[in-house]
């Protein structure tokens, strides 16, 4: 085993809500865990090829297991209906030392949104943060009771005056009132967010018009579509050009450089497609890359000669990529 990752015996598996189910994950040899801070997440190496990014949900005070969870999603790659359907209690699993690209920082009162499987990270911040005594308070948005994970973890003594559930029966105008619970702040609050793209664009566009600070507005996406949604631009055309050949393509808004990349014949490695694994680097020749990973550090972003084409965009009207 590398230094730099883990064998994780799956020790319990646990059906948390409709379509989604709890891991426990402790180590082979037994002995404490390395320590993870809030907010932090998982590269695990799935059956079948798949690698993934799964949030530590636990509490990060624990050192003798990690607890991730995993929604089913019968549309997506194969990665999720692995982890339902192939990975089963004594496995073993082999994941990287846990990485935090949503840190939990210092703030006089938080206020956490979480929509679906975004509750993830959100449950080790409250763990923590109900620990250390700060004042919290969390909206889990979901369709139905039924579809809302760790719910009797998170209606016990212990959280319950710090949680409000919003179930919208699939209608949107049912749910959440973004706007409203935005509208105004306590001083020092920050905002922790994650969930699907409706719901990550509503709190993006809220925190705008409300005037809320930028560095005091947190998100965590977990898709491309969730990464477009809180950018802070919008997406425009531009051009991708094939080095090799010429060819010139169209990316719309709404499509990222990858699929566009693939619709038209070209193979480009990819894992994660949400900017996390670093699998579909790929070098730029001219343009300017507007990056919206998790992967690349400042000091690569400022030379702008790579890009992961799966979540990232141009600030050009057109890039060159070496394919």
């Not at 037994?30 to 997440?41: D, R, Y």
Request: charged share 20%.
């Amino acid at each position: 085993m590398a230094q730099d990752s883990l064998s994780l015996r799956v020790q319990r598996i646990t059906p948390e809500a409709e379509g989604i189910c709890s891991y426990e994950l402790v180590p082979v040899n037994g002995g404490p865990l390395p320590p993870f801070e809030a907010g932090s997440h998982l590269d695990v190496h799935v059956p079948g090829g798949f690698l993934r990014q799964y949030s530590l949900c636990g509490d990060p005070a624990e050192t003798h297991r990690y607890l991730i969870a995993v929604q089913r999603d019968a549309n997506g790659r194969g990665g999720s209906r692995a982890m339902h359907e192939r990975v089963h209690e004594g496995d073993v699993l082999t994941t990287s030392l846990p990485r935090c690209d949503f840190p939990l920082l210092h703030a006089r009162g938080y206020v956490l949104v979480a929509g679906g499987i975004g509750i993830t990270p959100m449950l080790s911040m409250a763990h923590q943060l109900q620990r250390q005594g700060a004042p919290w308070h969390l909206h889990y948005c979901t369709r139905s009771p039924e579809r809302t994970a760790f719910r009797a973890l998170l209606a016990s003594p212990a959280f319950a005056s710090h949680v409000t559930f919003h179930h919208d029966g699939g209608d949107p105008a049912r749910g959440l009132d973004v706007q409203a619970l935005l509208t105004t702040r306590t001083g020092g609050t920050r905002i922790y967010c994650c969930g699907p793209a409706p719901l990550m664009r509503a709190v993006r566009e809220a925190t705008v018009l409300h005037d809320w600070p930028r560095e005091k507005v947190h998100f965590e996406a977990f898709s491309a579509e969730a990464t477009g949604a809180i950018s802070e631009t919008a997406d425009t055309e531009f051009q991708v050009v094939i080095r090799s050949t010429g060819a010139t393509y169209p990316v719309p808004p709404g499509q990222t450089v990858l699929n566009v990349l693939r619709k038209n014949g070209l193979r480009v490695q990819s894992d994660c497609e949400a900017g996390s694994c670093g699998s579909c680097l790929t070098r730029v020749l001219d343009g300017d890359p507007d990056h919206r990973d998790t992967f690349l550090p400042e000091t690569q972003r400022a030379t702008r000669c790579n890009m992961l084409v799966c979540v990232s965009r141009a600030r050009s009207r057109k890039l060159v990529l070496d394919l």
